[in-house]
Structure formats: C-alpha cells, structure tokens
C-alpha cells in the first residue's frame, strides 16, 4: 500500500497477498472496494450537480416554477425506496464508525475507509432525489440515463463488497455490513428496475403520444396540490407552504382558495355514493330488507380506508420500538456507570455484529429518533386519509339529502313525521356525525392490537406480574361497555331534544312578527327552554359517561403499574432496576392514547351510526308520485325541444306521455310504479289504508296495452281521480274527479275554504296520492306555477323574475307593466337587481304575490296554474294583473291558464268554470252552466261584480293607484331607507342588497371572547379546575421521581428486597392515589365550567333575540339566525368539554416534560430554548391561516343550509316548475366551497401535525444525546436517563395536541363570539311601569300631536297626528294616498318610533306601558296568517290559561271552522303541522279571527284579515265581527269602501296627516270631502 493511500487506509491487515492473483487480492483488499465505491459516488455527485447547474442556471428552466408536478410512473415507489436507502446508508456510516473503535482500542490508527464511501453515498442520493425532482420539474426525461446508471454502478459496487466479504469470511448474518450490503443491492437493483421503466415511458415514447395533462390542472381556479406534487411534498404538506404564508400576510377570502379537485367536489362523490345506494337499492328489492349505509361506505370508501388502516397499522406497531429502545438504552447507561468488576474485555478488530450495533447507545437514540419520524409520517398519512374520505361521505350526505328532500312528498313534510329542522339536521349535524366516525373508525380495531401487543411486550419486560395488571384491563371491560351504551342512549336522546328546539326555535323565528304583536314572544321562548333543560340533562349525562370514562382510563395503567411494580419482587425475587422500570414505565404511558382513544372513538362510531340510521329512514321517507322527475335534466325547463312529459296515473303505475308530435296526439304510456312497496318491492294487498311509496320506485315498463289518446283541444285531463295526502289514511281528500281542462284557455277554480281548490291544483301537479284513475298532461307541456302563499328566493328582484332565464328586455318589460311592478322597482335603490330578503321578507303580500306571478308569466310555459294570487291583491290591482296579465299575456297566447280564486267577478271570462264542493266537483261548465246547477252562485257573482265595481271609484282620486298598493310601496320606501342609512349609502345603493353581509370578525379571537366565556362558565370553577389540574400534574411528576429513586435504589442492592419494597411502595401508592383523586377532581370542574356556560350562552342570545325590532329580521336571513341555534350552540355543547380537557392536560404534560428534563439535565433548557421559539413562531403561523379558514368554514355553512331551507319551502314549486337540477347545482357549488375551506383547514392541521411530530422527534434525539453525555461525562444516573427520555418521548403527542387542541379552542371561541354577537343585538325597549291589571278597561284611543318613523335615521311617515276612538267604537282608515295606514297600527304597538308626541289607551301613555303589557292588551289580525305546530288547542290559546272548551268552540263557530275541525278525530286536539301545512290559507287566515277573539283585548285591529277568504264566508264573518265584537274598539284598515261604510267612525289619512275624521255620514256630506268623493264614484 502506497503510503500516500494510509490516511484513507490507515494500516489494513488485508492488503494484497502476493501469492494470490488480481482477483481474489482486489477481493481482499477492503480498502481497495471501499475507495473505488468512493470516487464513483463522488464523480456522480460532481455529475448530478454539473448538470443541474447548467440547465438549471444557462437554460430557460430557470423560469420553470409551478405549484404542480407531472410524475413519472414509479415516482412515489422511488421516494420510499430512496428514504429507505438514507436510513441503511447511516446506519451503514455508524456501522463504520463502530468498526473504526475497534482499531483504535486496539491503539491503530483510524480507518475513514470503512465510513467515508457510506457518506458519500449518502450524499449521492440526497443529490438523486434533487435531481430526480427537477427531472420531473423540467419534464426532461432525457436526464433519466444517467440516474441509470449511477443505480448500475452503485449495485455493481455493493454485489463486489458482499464477494469481498464472502472471501473474508464475514458472510454471517450476524455480522450488520454483510446484512447492510444484502439490503442495498436489493434496493439499487429496484431503483434500476424503476429508472428502466422512466426509460422506456417517458424517454422512448415521449415523441411518439402527447403526455396527457391532468384535467385538474387545467383549472387556474384549482389550487389544491396535493395530488400534483412530489412524493416529499404530499407526505409533508410542502405544497400548502403558499396558504400558510397567504394567510400569515392578509386575511383569506374563498376566492383566495379555488375549487377543490374533481374527486374531492360534491357532485363527484354524490354519483358515486348514488350509484352505490341504486345498486344495493336493487339488491334489497330482490332479497328483502332495507338499503344499508354502512354497506355502501364499504364498497365506496372501503379500498382507501384500508390503505388508512395498513399505515396506521404500521404507525403503531413502529411506536413500540421506543419503549424497548429505552430498556436498551438505560442498559447502556448502567454498564458505563457499574462496569463488571475485573480487567476490561479486549476484543480483536472487527467488523460490528448485529447486538454490539443495538446495543450502542447513541444507535439507539438514533433508531428512536427514526422510529419516530417513521411513527408520525403514517400515523398522519392516516389521519389525512381517513379525514379526506370522511369530508367525502359528508359531501355525498349532504348531496344526497338535498336531492331527496327535492323528491320528498308533501305529506312527509306535513304530515307531522318530519320537520324542517329534523329535515335540516340531517343536512347539518348527521353528515358532520357521519364524518367524525369516518375520521375514528380505524381505532375501533386498532386499539385492541395496540393492547395485546402492549401486554405482550410487557409480559416480556416483567413476566407475570404484568399479565395481573393487564388482568385489570378485562375485569374492567364490561364497566367501559355499559358506560359505552349509556352513553349511545343519552346521545340518541339528546339528538330528539335537539331536534325538537331547533324545530321550536324555526318556528318561533318564521312566525316571529306574528308572536311580538301578540306579545307572546317570551310563551315561546318557555317552551324552547323547557326543551333544552331537558337536552342539558341529557347532556350533563353524557358528560358524567364522560368524566366516568376517562377517569377509568386514566387509572388504568396507574393501577396497573401499582399492581405490576407490586408483584414484580414477589414473583421474580428480582428488584425493580432501570432497564425494566422505565422499559415498562414507557409501555404503560403508551397504553393511555389507546385507552382515551377508545371510548372517544365509541362515542363518535355511536353518534355516527345513529346519524347513519336516521339518513336511512329519511332516505327511504315517501316521495311524490312523478318519481321520473327527480331531477329535471333542464338547465332553465322553459326549453320545449327538451320537455319532460308529465303522466297520468293509474292505482299501481304512473303513466308517461310521449307522443312524436303535438299533432298527432298519440300518447304511449310508460308506466312506473308510484306506490312504494313495503320491504323492498314485495307485493302489498290493495286498498287505500296500506298503501306505501317513496325511495324504491320499480324502474318503468312500457306497456303498450294502455296506450290512450288525449282529445284535441284538451291540456289536462283526469279520469275518475280519487287522491289523499297520506297514504295511511283512509280518507280521500279529493273523489270522482273527472275533468278536462281546455288548451289555450282559461280555467278557473272556485268554492268555499277547505272546499279541496288547493288539492285539486296538487293533484295536477302529482303531489298527491292516486287511489284511483288518472291525470293525464299533454306531451311537451311544460308547467308554471304560483303558490298561494308566494315563494320567492334570496336573490335579486329580477332572478326571481327570471327564475335563471335569459332576459329578454321586450317580454320582462311587458311582464314588469302586466304585474304592475313598475313603480315598486323604481323605489328600490338598484332597481330590479336589489336582493330581496329571504322569503320576501323586504316585501309585502301584495307585491310577493306579484312576483310570483310574473315569474310564471315570464317563463313562456304551455300551463300556467296559479292558486288563488288575487287574494293579497286589491280589487284595482287585481284586475289590472288579470286584465293585462292573465288575460292578454297568456290566454291571449294561447297559454292554459287554470286560476284559483274567490273573486267571482272574473267568472264570466272563463271558459271553464270549476266548482269544489267538499272535496268534489260540484259543478263544471260555463258561467251559465254553474248558475243552473248551483243558483246561489248567481246573488254571489252578482255580489262580487257590485263589490268590485267600488274599487273604480277610487282610480280617478289616486291616480289610477289603488291605496294598499301606495301603503305597501310606501313601507317599502321606508325599509330602503333605513337600509340604506344602516350601511355605507352608496355602496348599499349600488349593490342593491337588503340583506346584511353575515359578520365576520378579522384576525385572532379577541381575549374579551375568552373572558365572556369564562364569566359564563363561572370564575370560581375556572380557576378551581386549573388549580386542580396543576396539582394533579405536580403529583404525577412526583411519582415519577419517587419511581426513578426506588429503581436506582434496586440497582445498588444495598439492602434486602422485600425491605426496598416496603421503603418505596406505601409513597409510590399514595402519590398514585392522589394523582386520580384531583384528575377526577379536574374533569369534574372542567364539566360543571363548560354546561353553565353552555346554559347561559344559549339562554342568552334566545332571550335577546326575541326583544330585537322586527327590522333586524328584514335584512338578517332566518338561515343565519338558525344556524347560531344549530352549530354554534352545538360546537358549545359539545365541542368544548373535550378541548379545554385535553388543552389542560395536553399543556400540562409538555411543561412537566421540560421540567423534568431540565431538573435531570440542566444543558436541556440550552438545547430547548431554540426549538421553543421555533416552535412559537411556527404555532403563530398556523394559527393565522388556520382561525381564517375556520372562519370561512363557518361562514361558507351558512349559505348551504340557509338555500337548503328556503328549496324545502318551495318543493312544489321548484318540483312544477321542474328546476330541481339546477337548484341541485347551486347546492352543489355552495357545498363546494364549503368543502374548499373544510379541506384547507384540515390540510394545514396535518401540516402542523406532520412539523410538531418532527419537533419531538428532535427532542427524543436532544434528550437522549443530553442525557447520554451526561452519563459519559457527570456519571448521570441510569433511572435519570430514563425517567427524562420516558417524559421526552411523550412531548410530540402532547404538543400536536397542545397546538391542534389550541386552533380548536380558537375555532369554537369563533362559535362563542357569534353567539356574543346576536346576545348583544340592540333590542327594544321593554320596560315601564305595569298598568292597572285590567288596563284597558274600556278601549278609547287617543293620539295627541304623534309623529312616527321606522327608525332614528328615517324621515317620519306620520307628523302631528291628533285624532281620538272611543271605546268601542268601529273606525275605518282609509285615505287617498295610502300614506301611513299600516303604521298607523304599528305605532299603537309600538313596532315603530314614536319620535314626538304621545299615543293615549284609556288614561295612560303607551310609551310608559312594558312592551309585553301593550301587546297582549291590543289584538291583531295580520294579513298572513301564521299557524304553529302543536294542537288547534295551542293554536288558539297557547297561554292555556282562561278558556275553556266551551269559549275555544264558541271561537271557532264565530270563524266559520267549528264544521271543519268537529270533523277531525282528534277534534281539539287535532295537531298543526309546521307552518299550518295541513290548513289552506283561507283557513289559517280563519283560526287568527278566532284567536283574536279568545283573546278579550279591548282593542281590535284588522289589517285586510279577510283577503284568502271567498264572498260567502266573508259576507258571514263582517255580520259575525259586528256582533262577536260589539264592545270592542275595532280599527279596519279597508282597500274598498263598502267594507267600512258601517263603521261608527272613518279616519282619512293623506300623506302622513290626518285629513278628515267623523261619522260616515258626517263625511260623506261635506261635498269637497275626500271621502265624499270616494263614496260619489262608487255608486257612480
């Protein structure tokens, strides 16, 4: 050997031999090998970096800098391979060093030969892997030949070695190079396999096919990466680096996050979850039974969520491999500090063998810190996995529900067996419950494996003392069992709970302008707190499972440790030494993440499957019978190419027409089966009680034996029709209908309340039941249709118009004039485009009616059906829109127009009259017909003519505008204000919005959330359960120490055992007892804390929100409120029990970590300091993206449920209008960018999971390495260095929980902030002094000098009122303008400002009276009825108090309903469904007369209380009204003046003033009177 070769070399026994040849001397020179491994990794080194250099710095590349990657195949193969390939290259550096110590022991000098070619190497492939990625970057394929034959060269190499080794003898298993070796040719020989493949795709073929580009990335908008990057960047969440930065630098908006990708959106995974559910639903027909969920989330998701459950797998059983590390370690440390007595042992040189390699100390805490980085990776991995797949189904859930509730029948709705808010929770909490189970489903099966292994390896640890500790963990088994199905029983119970108040809190929130002029605000909101006391019982029961769980859990390993450190001595005869101590002592530690992960995963698979259970049943709930229109595959459905023909049906099918062409009215019948058949599609007897249809409708048959033909001239017929709601009940609503109505025609509808108008219409439409025969429209007609109570969206004015047709200027113009829109539109500030509120609320009856009509006018359909739109309209305006509209818009155009209606003045322009009689037809022809067969009808359309005649007086005085039309335009004037004034003017202006931008507070929660919080839960319980938890902490620190001593005391043996066991155990138990006593103690405050604010955050924004002004509700959408009700309090509920819990704990833990590390080895705090601070700063970066992402998680909620609650109110519509795929879609889109939000936010968690991991694992290596040292150099106790690693090896666990458990508590405080938000709402003032109890005694009103306005910032609409009622009195108001009718009313209930002046009842100034005191003494029949679910009982009188049966009959008898509620089973007690479904309108309308009545207030207000009434009833009730209400004071605001021609007094009204005041007759002499003028062109 040339000496100049020695420093590499140092002196080699095995250079050449001169008696062999080149061969077998090369073979045994080792150095030789080893120096020529060297420079080949060396000269590739220097090539990979030449070449990335030059292309990357002289080429165009430089530029190349996309988020994306194109992969190469094999490319994540590669990537493991690689890692695996750094991690055997240092061990095989460490394996070199090791052998080097075994010269220089032997004092030669060193041998860098043996290590220096494993660093090269190892830098080598660091540089391939950088290479490799800007191959890929660079789309260079070319560059791939060269990594070929690096791999060639380096496996050539390495196959040298293991001949050279097997010359030398060292061929031994045993021996670790040998095995190295073997292992790397394995994998440069895959490598090579790998870059041949990369070869022959992408270098051979590239010039022959276009590389094809994913179409994700095609998409600017699509920012998710995840799927586009390297194998590097995927596992770390690299790729999300640009959020994390974004969100750091400025706040986020949804547009800063794009779409998510394909497989990820909403509609990706809904067909793929549909697919699944029709082919099960297939199955379940042939065999019987019920579709299964949990079997389609198998075939679904099952593949990907096995892959989950390999990682996790792996995950956990690499965890186990530090534990044991830490026996080995202490091992170590012992044999440095007690040697074994005689001269030291001196081993030859040699290469290392396979237990000298693990037996090193610093070997082991490298294999810790790699154990844990491998641990972390697939535990992530998983987690990232399982938590995709969940956001998936959630997707699909919600997906699905909205696509059945667009199918869901009428009677499900109404009939009383769903509610919107159930129906709403299983768009809300049920898919978040699915999702949560998803997320924990893997532990289900995991933590049992972790267990047994655990026990095992404790058994191997301790021998059988450990197995009578584990004994514990089955005898306690059963405990954890029952406390399990508690718990799945107070959860299904508290979901009921919940459930029924959001239903309560729905109803109070639909029906709340109705409930604040009753005063009957707080009633309601008793009976939503009578509800959520029982499901904060419910709750505290959970919670006690709760406490009782993780109390159980956590004195798990301590008694198991107790039992096990107890009889180690007894049975082994053995003292308790380091190795086994904190080898044993790690084990039990671990057993605590299973065993809390247990029951917490038990919890969410329980409240997941009774989510999953409840999506069935809702899934398989009764569908209308046109099962063929599902969805509409229309994008706007006025197409008549495209139309969908509608059916008749017969008592088992549903027929279809589809004939070739209008003319030849040819029809073939295509029949399905529209009745659900019980279990799964098995044959039902007949008849009518049994019948059953929904979710399994049989696919349709063509059966050409009932092929019928439709007349000419005919647009719908129905042959012997007899249809009910319910399919259970016995009794038709509609029988022996047979009709024809005529194309091109009008038809038109009328007959008393509750005659069956409505039904009929539902009937046509298939949203009723068929007994019998059938209803047939012809092919290619397509329908519109108007609602009785009008239904309009959140959008603009226009869209609702448009109903997302083109605008055609002409045609809308024309429809704007015909509906007499006009003027309403120029008052808005931006014209049509202002965005009206949520159920019209902007708006009043009149004018929502208006544009429901002009949405059906302007659709261009064949059949255009409107239920009863005239009602909410005054005469003028009425015949304007039928005259213009109806008349020469759509008849005139040949358009089928079927009208409901009780203005029989119209009757004589119909060409088919039709009259409902109790669920029949009682009549049907022409006018002439329907007098001859009913000669009553003659005096009533005589009547309706005269009456409306009156009307036209009016025209010439108010500028051919009637005055309700100038109220309603003037109170919409009034509300532009205001919500103009209320914002920034002219942005509001140029926006056009009236709703009010949901609130969003910006950057971190601010600390006065933090503070209201725990002023709720209560300051004393606040500190008390910090205080405890400390001294918890304190002890189990303590019990560690005293552990460490009685371990090293063994390992000295000075004294006897059984003595050392008596020494120790009594403190060591004792300190494990006080340990559980105060964490009992934690929990129990920590549970107290978090129900009392739950309580009172709750209580309070219900409280606060009934008392705020009615304006609030104008510009808030009730989806926004109910979602506070909903998500928010549920997040309060529940969410924040387990965070504050684990945040204390986990905190605790992590500073116990340091404390002990830094008492045992001081130079820790040194190390700790900097990766403190990084750590700090790194919490601070993710917390800025991540409160925004939950922020726009939270907001991005509320637009799906709130558009899901206004579709549910308009299913008939959207359903006639056949739209339902594109309300679909837009559900659809809102979902997606939930899902954008949701995903991000769930992605930078795991971002921070995979770098708080990696922090512990640095500090496994810095508290291993510290303490090593200190052992080496200070003679640092073995039980120390494992106490210290023991602790350190639990700081990656708590610190990811610390940090995610932190970003959790800031998410929820969002939850805690919203609720502060709408708690802190300004209300109106309800204080004053109490009035005399039987105030007002005799009813007289006076008004002195009263001006009002609609708010502080608006002009008055009334100024300097003095006028007086006396008691009893009957007054009319009317007026030429209109001006301040309406608000005449609302200032005596004080809905708006009294700015100046005073309004006096009977003595006493109302401004002084409580607000609930003036209310519940001044009744109100408002214009729409609003009914509430419960009994007709509730109904009437829901204080329960004063009326008897006998004054509740006398009630109804007075409104005309005593016949119609006599014939319902339950009579009285007969249930409301929600919103008075199961009531007409006209009936409602009737049951708010009757509840005026109960209600004995002095002053009575009737605001048009008779509009949705026909003539004859009316006429009846105006004779009732002024008998029943004799003594009252009744003020009627009238839109004709024949109704109020009987009043005692009329008060005319003309622009904000009072014009003239007296008796009608007084008036009407005055001859340049207003009214005198009104009265003078009625009888002309």
Known sequence: MDPEWEWFCGINSSYTNESLDWYHNVRNNTCLVNGVGSISHGIFIILFSLILLVVGCCTKYRQVNTKHLLVYPGHSIRWLISALLSVILLASIGEGVMTDETYQVLNQPTQPHLYVHSVLSFIAVLVSLIYYHHMELWQIPIMSPLLFLYWLSSLGHEIFRVLSLEYQNQDDVNIVLFDLTVIKIVIYFFLMIIELNVIRTEFCCCCQQPKHFPSDLRRDEMKYMHYNVSFFSSLTFWWANWLLTLGYKKHLELSDLGVPPKRHEAKFNHERFRKA???????????????????????????????????????????????????????????????????????????????????????????????????FICLQTHFYIAIIEGLNVRAA??????????????????????????????MSVDPTAIYFMFQMVNNLWAVPIQLAVNLALLYYQMGYSALIGASLFILMSPVQLKIASFIGRQQKNLLKCSDERLKKTNELLQGIKLLKLYAWEGLYCKAIEIIRAKELNFLLKINIGFISTVCLTLSMPVLVTIVGYGTYTALTGDPLTPAVTFSSLALFNALLVPLMNLPMSLLYFINGYVSTKRVQKFLAAPEVEKHGSELSREQNGARRDQAESVGFRKPDSETFTDSSSESSDEIDTVETSKLMKKNGGNDVSKGASILRYGSTCTGREVQNESTTRLKHGVSIKISNGCFLWDPESSHAVLSDINVEIPEGKLTILTGQVGSGKSSFISAILGEMTTITGMVQVRDRNQIAFAAQKPWLLNTSLQENILFSQPVESR????????????????????????????????????????????????????????????????VHVGRHLFEEGIMKLLVSHRQTVILVTHQLQYLNRADLIIEMKDGRIAAQGTLDDIIAADPDMYSEYNKAVELASESEAELEQSGYESESVKEERLRLQQQVKTAILKKDGDKS???????????????????????YYAINAGWLTFILGVILAAVNSGFLIGTNFWLSAWSEAGLRNQTDNDELFAQYFGVYVGLNAGYLIFRVLTAAAIVWGVLTAAKRLQRGMLHNIIKVPLRFFDTTPIGRVLNRFSNDTEQIDTKLLQTINLLLASSLKVLSAVLVNAIVMPIFIAFFIPIAIGYFFLQRYFLAT???????????????????????????????FRCG????????????????????????????????????????????????????????????????VTYTLQISGYLNFYVRTMADLEMQMNAVERVKYY?????????????????????????????????????????????EFQAGEKVGICGRTGAGKSSLTLALLRVIDICKGRVVIDGIDIKSVPLTSLRSQISIIPQDPVLFTGTIRYNLDPTGKDNTDESLWRALEIAQLKDAVSSLDEGLDSMVSEGGENFSVGQRQLFCLARAFLRKSRILIMDEATASIDLETDKLLQRVVTTAFAERTVLTIAHRIGTILNSDKILVLDDGKVAEYGAPNELIEKEDGIFASFVRDKDM
């Not at 379940?284 to 579709?291: A, C, D, F, Q, S």
């Not at 991540?1186 to 299913?1211: C, I, M, N, T």
Request: include cysteine; glycine fraction near 8%.
């Open 1319 to 1363: 708690t802190h709402v300004d209300n109106e003032s309800y204080e004053g002094l109490e009035p005399p109890q039987n105030w007002p005694n005799c009813g007289t009103v006076k008004l002195e000098n009263v001006s009002v306005r609609y708010g502080q910032e608006t002009d008055p609409v009334l100024r300097d009122i003095t006028v």
């Open 397 to 426: 859930i919600q997906a699905m529900v909205y696509e059945k509730s667009l199918r869901l029948s009428t009677v499900a709705t109404t009939g009383g067996t769903m509610d919107m808010g159930q129906i709403t929770n299983h």
């Open 1221 to 1284: 795929d594109r309300f679909y879609k837009t559900v659809i889109s809102r979902i997606n960018s939930n899902l954008s939000a949701f995903m991000y936010l769930q992605v930078v968690q795991r971002w921070l999971g995979v770098r708080l991991d990696f922090i512990g694992a640095l500090m496994v290596i810095l508290a291993g390495m510290t303490t090593l040292v200190g052992a080496l150099t200070i003679g640092l106790d073995p039980s120390l260095v494992g106490l210290a």
């Open 811 to 874: 045609k809308y113009k024309r429809v704007i004039d015909a509906c007499a829109l006009r003027p309403d539109i120029d008052i808005l500030p931006a014209g049509d485009q202002t965005e009206i509120g949520e159920k019209g609320i902007n708006l009043s009856g009149g004018q929502k009616q208006r544009i429901s009509v002009a949405r059906t006018m302007y659709s261009d359909r064949d059949v255009i059906i409107l239920d009863d739109p005239l009602s909410a309209l005054d």
């Open 989 to 1011: 202006r140029a926006s056009g919005t009236l709703m009010e931008k949901e609130e969003m507070e910006r950057g971190s929660v601010s600390y006065s959330v933090y503070l």
């Open 1186 to 1216: 991540s409160r925004e992402l939950q922020r726009l998680d939270s907001v991005s909620k509320s637009p799906v449920f709130a558009y899901f609650s206004e579709s549910l109110g308009g299913l008939t519509t959207i359903r006639a």
């Open 277 to 375: 559910f029709k082919e099960e639903m297939k199955k379940t027909n042939i065999t019987g039974g019920e579709v299964s969920l949990p079997k389609i989330y198998v075939k679904v998701y099952g593949r990907r969520l096995f892959c989950a459950a390999i990682l996790k797998l792996v995950g956990e059983m690499i965890a186990f491999i530090n534990p044991l590390a830490i026996g080995a370690l202490t091992s170590y440390v012992t044999t440095l500090k007690y040697p074994n007595e005689g001269p030291p042992e001196v081993n030859p040189k040699h290469h290392v063998t396979m237990e000298e390699f693990f037996k090193n100390g610093f070997v082991l805490v490298v294999v810790m810190f790699l154990a844990s980085v491998v641990n």
